[in-house]
């Protein structure tokens, strides 16, 4: 009985050997489902066996290529094309908040509108009009001011005539009744 239990032991050995070689020089998963699933043994066969599951661990440890059967990769360009790929998915982040904050300024506005509480549509045409009220204010105002200082000016002469006929219309005796 233990013999037997030898031999279906070496037989499950020699199929997870063969498997975990298969993935090697296939590329394929390197992980201790995948190889116990290829091999036909339970996972626990190789949790037992722990020179089996240090082959597995090493064997997925290692980058594809370095078996002699494909162009080797180092780990140096392994980790440039991943950097790469950082960069790259940190651009495209970027990308999408700015086309997602674009989206919702759009949508935003479109909803402004269509409820009724936005700025109206001919906004432009109202920017026009006010700026051509505001150089007819500034215009008036300095009409005004010009005709404030005319009046100032008639009012300042009409009372110097004034002074001037009172001071003649009166006799000479008043004058001097006055001075005294």
Do not use: C
């Amino acid at each position: 009985m233990i013999e037997g239990r030898r031999t279906d032991s070496a037989r499950r050995r020699e199929r997870v050997l063969k498997a975990l070689r298969h993935a090697a020089r296939n590329g394929t998963a390197m992980s201790v489902s995948a190889i116990a699933r290829a091999a036909g043994v339970d996972r626990t066969f190789l949790y037992r066996h722990r020179d089996l599951l240090t082959q597995i661990h090493a064997a997925s440890s290692e980058p594809p290529g370095t078996d002699g059967t494909g162009p080797l990769v180092s780990r140096a360009s392994l980790q440039a094309d991943l950097a790469s790929a950082n960069d790259r998915a940190g651009r495209q982040a970027a990308q999408i908040r700015q086309l997602e904050h674009k989206i919702a300024e759009l949508l935003g506005e479109q909803v402004w509108h269509e409820s009724g509480i936005g700025a109206p549509a001919d906004i432009e045409q109202l920017h026009r009009r006010i700026t051509a009220l505001e150089q007819q204010l500034v215009d008036l105002t300095a009409q005004l001011d010009e005709r404030a200082q005319e009046l100032e000016a008639a009012r300042a002469a009409n009372r110097e005539l004034m002074t001037r006929l009172n001071t003649r219309s009166q006799p000479a005796g008043l004058v001097h009744q006055a001075e005294s």
